[in-house]
């Protein structure tokens, strides 16, 4: 059982905004900064988001996330067949004195 | 900045894996090491990290009793050896790099490296 919670599936057409949520509690989303990572099937996690809403360098504006509370979310916006792919959040936990990580969303661009 | 891995592993139930990450491409000794897993189909579940120049590993719960996180700087590596192997284990290992572990982001990772525990 995950510490963050996320739903399983997402999914939308080409072109649709989707986002996706991400909950905890006030030792890690309330008090720490979230990330979100996109991972392809049979490759590595790549960073997507930091620090709760910061792109890196290389990722499209399309990709955005927010927070609020203990809560976050990560939003894709103009929706391609490439963002298929299962998504994660992830924050430090202050209790746990570790990472935590959201259990993933599987997107299916239809 | 790359972070290339050993390769695949068979084990036994029982024994132990040691998996490296080489590190290359940036200053090694301002960053810390995590351990990330995943069992084939599953979430990704932290392991652990270091602090790649001076040590001091910090380790899961889930994992404290059975994982080692050692670093060498002259050969800008970590190591992660799991012991104790069970078939749950049975996952790809990951190692990814942090420069602030309160912020918890991994910017770059590892190709990963599958462990297979099987009698």
């Known amino acids: 059982q995950s510490v963050l919670t996320q739903p399983p599936s997402a999914s939308g057409t080409p072109g649709q905004r989707v986002t996706i949520s991400c909950s905890g509690s006030s030792s890690n989303i309330g008090s720490k900064t979230v990330n979100w990572y996109q991972q392809l099937p049979g490759t590595a996690p790549k960073l997507l988001i930091y620090?709760?809403?910061q792109r890196p360098s290389g990722v499209p504006d399309r990709f955005s996330g927010s927070k609020s509370g203990t809560s976050a979310s990560l939003a894709i916006s103009g929706l391609q067949s490439e963002d298929e792919a299962d998504y994660y959040c992830?924050?430090?936990?202050?209790?746990?004195?570790?990472?935590?990580f959201g259990g993933g969303t599987m997107l299916t661009v239809l | 900045v790359q972070l290339v891995q050993s390769g695949a592993e068979v084990k036994k139930p029982g024994a132990s894996v040691k998996v490296s990450c080489r590190a290359s491409g940036y200053n090694f000794n301002r960053y810390a090491v995590h351990w990330v897993r995943q069992a084939p189909g599953q979430r990704l579940e932290w392991m652990g990290w270091?602090?790649?120049?001076?040590?001091?590993?910090k380790y899961s719960k889930n994992f404290q009793d059975r994982v080692t996180i050692t670093t060498d700087t002259s050969a800008t590596t970590v190591y992660m050896e799991l012991s104790s192997l069970r078939s749950e284990d049975t996952a790809v290992y990951y190692c990814?790099?942090?420069?602030?572990?309160?912020?918890?982001?991994?910017?770059?990772w590892g190709q990963g490296t599958l462990v297979t525990v099987s009698s």
């Open positions: 620090n709760d809403n």
């Open positions: 270091i602090n790649a120049a001076y040590g001091d590993p």
């Open positions: 992830g924050a430090w936990d202050d209790s746990l004195k570790g990472v935590v």
């Open positions: 990814a790099r942090n420069y602030d572990i309160l912020t918890g982001d991994f910017d770059h």
